[in-house]
Structure formats: C-alpha cells, structure tokens
C-alpha cells in the first residue's frame, strides 16, 4: 500500500487482498469490459460476412475487394481473441491458475482491441471509398484512426502515468 499523506498520517490507498481476491476481483472487472467489446465487434463481424451477398459486391473494383477480404479477416481475429478469455476461463476453471488466467486473458483482450480497431479503420476505409471515391477519405480515416488511439490507449496511458504512483 501507498501513504497518500508523506507517510505523516495513517490514511492509505488501496486495497488489502489476497492475491486470489485480487485475481477475482480483476477477472470480474475484464469481463464487464469483454462484453462491451465482444458486442461491437460481433455485431460488426457479422455486418462483414454479409457485404459479400449483397447486389453491389461484384460491382467493387479490386482494390475494394482486397480491402474487405482483409477487413474481414482482421474481424475474425478481432472476434476470436475477444471471445478468447472466455474460453481461457472455462478451460482453466477449477485448476487454481486464476492470476495467471487473468493475465493471459487480459493480455488477449488487449490484442483483440488493437485487432478492433485495425477492422474498424478498414471497414471505414471501404465504406468512405464506396460511398464517396473522394481524395479526402484516407484523411476522413486518419481522424478517426487517430480519435480511437486518444480515446482507447493514449488518455489512459496517460492517466495510468499520472495517477500512479508505484
């Protein structure tokens, strides 16, 4: 634990649990935040799989094509490693592993949020050339490729950074 106070007083931050508590703790936390990722990115994969059955998807010159068959595959992986902790959990459920579970799971989740956002910049990018063919589109995606870091990695690096204090 931390003095907060200089060491002068007794007021303290954090918390006072077993490595186990704090492992049940922490794998409840990681999966309240799955869930909101695994909603989004199967809803977004499963918009992908049918772009392909659609009237104008013969009509995508071969750039586009390319572009969707990789958004689709960056989906895919993006899906599996969201889906990935739970399937973690399950397996190791009842072996007495569960800090390294969580870590494992944890590390799984972060892949699947850059793998998300790598699905959304290219679904982005076909649905923008589709809809416009302008040469303003790769900016259009830069903007947001750039607002997703802020929002996703930089702003909570950055407080990770300044609110730490181990």
């Not at 106070?5 to 922490?26: F, L, N, V």
């Not at 892949?111 to 076909?126: F, K």
Request: aromatic share 10%.
């Amino acid at each position: 634990m931390v003095d907060t106070d200089g060491g002068a007083g007794t007021r303290k931050r954090g918390r006072t649990e077993t490595e186990d508590e704090r492992a049940d703790r922490m794998w409840g936390e990681l999966i309240q935040e799955v869930r909101v990722a695994q909603t989004g990115v199967q809803i977004l994969f499963g918009f992908l799989l049918t772009v392909v059955f659609t009237p104008r998807y013969p009509q995508l010159d071969e750039m586009e094509h390319t572009i969707y068959i990789i958004t689709v595959v960056l989906g895919a992986a993006a899906t599996g490693a969201l889906i990935g902790p739970v399937s973690l959990h399950r397996i190791v459920s009842g072996r007495r592993v569960k800090p390294q579970a969580v870590r494992w799971a944890s590390r799984l989740t972060f892949v699947g949020l850059v793998l998300l956002l790598a699905t959304m910049t290219a679904a982005l990018l076909l649905v923008l050339r589709v809809a416009t063919h302008d040469a303003y589109v790769p900016w259009l995606v830069a903007g947001v490729v750039a607002w997703y870091l802020a929002c996703w990695f930089v702003l909570p690096l950055w407080t990770r950074r300044r609110y730490t204090t181990e």
